[in-house]
């Protein structure tokens, strides 16, 4: 057993230094990423590291989510991104060993077409876009508090005759404490290489992402609090000049720039989540992303920018899913899932 072990150990940490000693090369982060397809995640801010239960859609992006209860269950998201972008997301649970828990899944993201000219400008139709990752992940429990879990995918990402592939692995741990009602873990997500393959797509490293999730819910009130933090590997998410001072077109005079630098800097990587319980059959959620609402004003205007609601209800044996998600004043997401038990769902068919 040892020696087996020991096998799989070496090649894949030559693997992952191999993936720290490379330098990226202007690869573009991609939605598939970034964009949680469930649309509870959504609505409390962004994938969550840890929460007080299991929960499948999130899973997706955290294996440590998947529950004994989710064996044999598919989980289908939908994301009606704006300007004709879409994303899908589809996972499904394998049963229970002894060692833990594991999935398969997928998710792939439609740019929609776009136009193609030659050279003189002559145009040659049109022609799509796309993302596609497939994943498996694992999930272990320690003890009774902590469980430990790892992820790998791989994909692609295609615009015409321009074609990347990539792939990577990732972890995650996650602390319970039933008794009081709080979960705390932390995940590095979208750790990777990605390959030029045809065209002129660069090769280097994925852009990753650090997270951290704290849920705290309360024995006498049915509400379950969640405070994430988002690219903690990176101090400073603030395009550039956010924090340069301005200078009077009349005077000449410097204008200091009214902006607690360090405040603003925090919250660019927080996000705040509330799920308030309407009993066994459903749910309300709530969210607020700071950075997405900054950086998504147009001449200050704000509107709704970074706030999210979404709703949970059960039907049967089905459970659906619901999200707005206002990314902008001018057009908002729409995320919608499903969960379900193929195998419970075909007999039913048969009957």
Excluded at 3 to 27: E, G, K, N, W, Y
Excluded at 55 to 65: C, G, S, T, V
């Amino acid at each position: 057993m040892k020696h087996h072990r020991i096998q799989f150990t070496a090649p894949l940490a030559l693997f992952c230094l191999s993936l720290l000693q490379l330098q990226a090369q202007d690869v573009q982060e991609s939605l598939v990423f970034e964009i949680p397809t469930d649309a509870r995640c959504a609505a409390l801010g962004g994938t969550l590291m840890a929460d007080l239960q299991g929960d499948l859609h999130a899973a997706a992006y955290n294996p440590n989510l998947l529950d004994s209860s989710d064996a044999g269950m598919m989980a289908l998201d939908y994301v009606n991104y704006y300007s004709g972008i879409g994303l899908i997301s589809v996972n499904y649970a394998l049963q229970k060993k002894r060692k833990g828990m594991t999935q398969l899944g997928m998710r792939a993201l439609n740019y929609g077409q776009f136009d193609a000219y030659d050279a003189a400008g002559n145009s040659e139709g049109t022609f799509p876009g796309s993302d596609l990752i497939a994943f498996a992940g694992w999930s272990h429990p320690i003890d009774s508090n902590w469980t430990v879990g790892g992820q790998v995918f791989a994909g692609s990402r295609s615009l015409n005759r321009e074609v990347a592939i990539w792939a990577g692995i990732e972890g995650f741990v996650q602390a319970r404490w039933p008794g009081k009602n709080l979960a705390l873990g932390a995940g590095i997500s979208g750790f990777g290489r990605q390959w030029g393959w045809k065209g002129t797509q660069p090769s280097g490293v994925l852009p990753w992402n650090l997270q951290w999730t704290l849920a705290k819910g309360f024995d006498n009130a049915p509400f379950i609090f969640y405070v994430k933090g988002n690219h903690m590997e990176t101090w400073d998410l603030a395009p550039p000049g956010t924090y340069d001072d301005g200078i009077d077109p009349l005077t000449g005079e410097v204008i200091p720039n009214p902006k607690f630098q360090f405040g603003d800097q925090l919250l660019r990587h927080i996000a705040l989540g509330t799920q308030i319980s309407l009993g066994e059959n459903g749910s309300l959620m709530f969210g607020y992303d700071y950075r997405r609402r900054v950086e998504m004003s147009a001449s200050s205007r704000f509107g709704t920018n970074g706030f999210s609601i979404g709703g949970e209800i059960k039907v049967r044996q089905f459970r659906f899913r619901l999200t707005r998600n206002t990314y902008h004043f001018a057009g908002s997401s729409t995320h919608i899932g499903l969960t379900f038990n193929p195998r419970r769902f075909r007999a039913n068919l048969t009957n």
